[in-house]
């Protein structure tokens, strides 16, 4: 939420997503496209900032963020909690902390890094008001929402992050959120669906809840029985891979979700599911599968 000096603007054009940041001293554009595989998730075609001057403007519009307080809207979550009903939990969710917000809908990943190291007190400044924005948010709007878990959606990588930045940039802000969520009775899960094993240790003692959608190889380097060894007492949801998901002969797939759920059978504070996300292509009786074992082999006490 900008004050009035500052315009944002989204326009799709067939596969193309336009975005325009105007300012009182610059225009910033970036691109997204999207494909016929993810429909719904564009990828990055050109970051909204690239050089230093472009950071100086878009240092501008952080500059003019509002700080006033949000006026929470829950109508969309009382909609999905309604159809959802006794069968899960309906959740209300967080978008990505600051550097990962740069790092994936900003700048991009090269940039970041460039730009951290060449322009390191604009980019601190820039980071330090995306908190304090955040933080507002998650004070006036998630601790009192009527869900009762919250998952911040962070994409956590070692191929995004290394362990220093991750403790110097990430991980204190994570517990800030935390912090506010847990007094307010939330449980806040953090979604790392990349390469986490080196985050491991750090995790163990961070203050949130738990982690969403931990993924094995290939797509992660955390095997769901793994990360319960090294995260007592957290939280622990994922373990199927997305390329596992889209196997095509049900019985070897039956036998890899059977596999798994031997696995994690000694640990409790597990929830099987995606390790990520469901791939376009998914035979539905895949799905079936994982329901119908989870209601047979996953019945333990």
């Given at each position: 939420?900008?004050?009035?000096?500052?315009?944002?603007?989204?326009?799709?054009?067939?596969?193309?997503?336009?975005?325009?940041?105007?300012?009182?001293?610059?225009?910033?554009?970036?691109?997204?496209?999207?494909?016929?595989?993810?429909?719904?998730?564009?990828?990055?075609?050109?970051?909204?900032?690239?050089?230093?001057?472009?950071?100086?403007?878009?240092?501008?519009?952080?500059?003019?963020?509002?700080?006033?307080?949000?006026?929470?809207?829950?109508?969309?979550?009382?909609?999905?909690?309604?159809?959802?009903?006794?069968?899960?939990?309906?959740?209300?969710?967080?978008?990505?902390?600051?550097?990962?917000?740069?790092?994936?809908?900003?700048?991009?990943?090269?940039?970041?890094?460039?730009?951290?190291?060449?322009?390191?007190?604009?980019?601190?400044?820039?980071?330090?008001?995306?908190?304090?924005?955040?933080?507002?948010?998650?004070?006036?709007?998630?601790?009192?929402?009527?869900?009762?878990?919250?998952?911040?959606?962070?994409?956590?990588?070692?191929?995004?992050?290394?362990?220093?930045?991750?403790?110097?940039?990430?991980?204190?802000?994570?517990?800030?959120?935390?912090?506010?969520?847990?007094?307010?009775?939330?449980?806040?899960?953090?979604?790392?669906?990349?390469?986490?094993?080196?985050?491991?240790?750090?995790?163990?003692?961070?203050?949130?809840?738990?982690?969403?959608?931990?993924?094995?190889?290939?797509?992660?380097?955390?095997?769901?029985?793994?990360?319960?060894?090294?995260?007592?007492?957290?939280?622990?949801?994922?373990?199927?891979?997305?390329?596992?998901?889209?196997?095509?002969?049900?019985?070897?797939?039956?036998?890899?979700?059977?596999?798994?759920?031997?696995?994690?059978?000694?640990?409790?504070?597990?929830?099987?599911?995606?390790?990520?996300?469901?791939?376009?292509?998914?035979?539905?009786?895949?799905?079936?599968?994982?329901?119908?074992?989870?209601?047979?082999?996953?019945?333990?006490m």
């Amino acid at each position: 939420p900008f004050d009035h000096s500052v315009d944002v603007h989204s326009e799709r054009v067939g596969d193309v997503l336009t975005e325009t940041l105007t300012t009182p001293i610059g225009v910033l554009t970036a691109t997204w496209g999207y494909t016929g595989s993810v429909a719904w998730i564009p990828h990055p075609l050109k970051s909204l900032v690239s050089n230093g001057d472009e950071l100086r403007i878009f240092h501008a519009a952080i500059d003019h963020l509002a700080e006033t307080t949000y006026t929470p809207d829950y109508s969309a979550y009382h909609q999905i909690d309604a159809e959802v009903g006794d069968e899960g939990v309906a959740t209300i969710s967080l978008m990505n902390s600051p550097l990962m917000y740069l790092i994936e809908m900003v700048l991009g990943l090269q940039n970041t890094y460039f730009l951290l190291a060449d322009h390191r007190a604009d980019m601190e400044d820039i980071l330090a008001k995306l908190h304090a924005a955040m933080v507002r948010y998650v004070r006036d709007v998630l601790a009192p929402a009527p869900a009762q878990v919250v998952i911040q959606y962070e994409n956590t990588s070692s191929t995004l992050l290394s362990p220093r930045v991750f403790r110097q940039y990430c991980l204190p802000f994570l517990n800030e959120y935390a912090d506010i969520l847990a007094q307010a009775g939330k449980v806040f899960l953090v979604h790392m669906c990349g390469k986490i094993r080196a985050f491991t240790e750090d995790i163990r003692h961070a203050r949130f809840a738990g982690v969403a959608d931990i993924a094995p190889p290939p797509t992660g380097d955390l095997p769901l029985d793994q990360a319960l060894v090294a995260l007592p007492g957290k939280v622990v949801i994922g373990g199927i891979d997305p390329t596992l998901f889209i196997e095509p002969d049900l019985e070897r797939f039956r036998r890899s979700v059977s596999d798994l759920i031997g696995a994690i059978r000694p640990y409790s504070g597990v929830l099987l599911g995606s390790a990520d996300t469901t791939p376009r292509g998914t035979p539905v009786d895949n799905l079936r599968a994982v329901m119908d074992l989870v209601a047979t082999e996953g019945a333990y006490m």
